[in-house]
């Protein structure tokens, strides 16, 4: 079973920072990718980035250029700094882990239980 725990959001002002964390725990083989998602009011969930565990990231065109996401082998952990915020930033954000359990399996996904990041003057 693997658990992931996110933590992080909040309350900021347009043109401020947050930084999302996640961290995986549990029993697994590796992580293949862990990634941002988000489901603003009345829209439907959406990717925002995404991490391979060998480095390769990719993002949404809306937050291009402001968010950078990161891993940390050791503590099994992906962050997400949210630089330059906008209002439309505004929405629940989940984790998700890709993961395979052994060697010889195939991998399964995991979600977190998200985190409010609110964006407002």
């Known amino acids: 079973q693997v658990q992931l725990v996110e933590s992080g959001g909040g309350l900021v002002q347009p043109g401020g920072s947050l930084r999302l964390s996640c961290a995986a725990s549990g029993s697994f083989y590796s992580i293949n990718e862990m990634s941002w998602y988000r489901q603003a009011p009345g829209k439907q969930r959406e990717l925002v980035a995404s991490i391979l565990w060998g480095g390769s990231t990719s993002y949404v065109d809306s937050v291009k250029g402001r968010f950078a996401i990161s891993r940390d082998f050791a503590r099994n952990t992906v962050y997400l700094r949210m630089n330059s915020l906008k209002p439309e930033d505004t929405a629940v954000y989940y984790c998700?882990?890709?993961?395979?359990?052994?060697?010889?399996?195939?991998?399964?996904?995991?979600w977190g239980q998200g985190t409010q990041v609110t964006v407002s003057s």
């Open positions: 998700y882990a890709n993961v395979k359990s052994t060697s010889w399996t195939a991998s399964t996904g995991y």
